[in-house]
């Protein structure tokens, strides 16, 4: 009998070293952006949940957007996956980067189940305080479903320097730490097509 394996195609996400340089940009940013940026208030802003602040120098802004969109393109080639390249659209869209947002979370505090606007999002971790604490607590979770419908996870545990690159309608969430009283940090955004005249 003749046999062969086949998977049902589905999307990933690249899991990719952040650039020394950038790198460096984006947590000097973070250093002064709890005490002087602009509050980036979300439809996930509560009690308990992670505090956000804009992503203000110009500088940051570019440079992340330049790597960002080198991401697009091997998304792009790695799944075979083009959002910008529609039918409901009569030309395709150009990508531009939303505005990014910092992350504070402190102990006990977490970011609820969720997904993203736009067609791609990016999560970066600059400080983590604290070494693994179990399979879930302080770690990054994505949720998907599998071909039969069933819910499934992945588990990620963060690393500082690590971007997750996703499309923005995969649901995440992350689990709150105990064991540390600093900041986590991070940076998240997304992707947008703009619209075209």
Same mark, same amino acid.
């Given at each position: 009998? #003749?046999? @062969?394996?086949? $998977? ?14 950038? &790198? ?5 940013? @973070? ?22 602040? @804009? ?13 960002? &969109? ?7 080639? @790695? ?13 395709? $869209? ?6 990014? *947002? ?7 505090? &977490? ?6 606007? /736009? ?5 970066? *971790? ?7 604490? /179990? ?10 479903? #599998? $071909?039969? /419908? +069933? ?13 997750? &690159?996703?499309? #923005? ?15 986590? +940090? ?8 703009? $619209?075209?005249?």
């Amino acid at each position: 009998m #003749s046999c @062969s394996y086949q $998977a049902f195609n589905n999307l990933g996400y690249l899991n990719v070293e952040v650039p020394d340089h950038l &790198f460096s940009l984006l947590l000097k940013e @973070s250093e002064s952006a709890l005490d002087n940026n602009a509050v980036y208030e979300s439809g996930l802003s509560d009690v308990g949940v992670a505090h956000h602040r @804009s992503v203000e120098c110009l500088e940051v802004l570019g440079e992340l957007e330049t790597f960002v &969109f080198l991401l697009i393109e091997k998304y792009r080639n @790695s799944f075979y996956f083009d959002p910008s390249n529609t039918e409901t659209l009569t030309a395709n $869209a150009p990508f531009v980067l939303g505005k990014p *947002w910092i992350n504070f979370q402190k102990q006990h505090e &977490f970011i609820p189940a969720h997904y993203h606007e /736009g067609v791609f999002s990016y999560s970066i *971790w600059l400080k983590i305080p604290y070494e693994s604490e /179990g399979k879930y607590a302080g770690n990054f979770e994505f949720t998907y479903n #599998s $071909a039969e /419908g +069933i819910p499934r996870s992945q588990v990620i545990r963060p690393v500082e320097k690590q971007m997750l &690159f996703f499309p #923005s309608r995969m649901y995440h969430q992350v689990y709150p730490f105990y064991k540390n009283d600093n900041y986590r +940090i991070s940076i998240s955004g997304n992707v947008l097509l703009e $619209a075209v005249a």
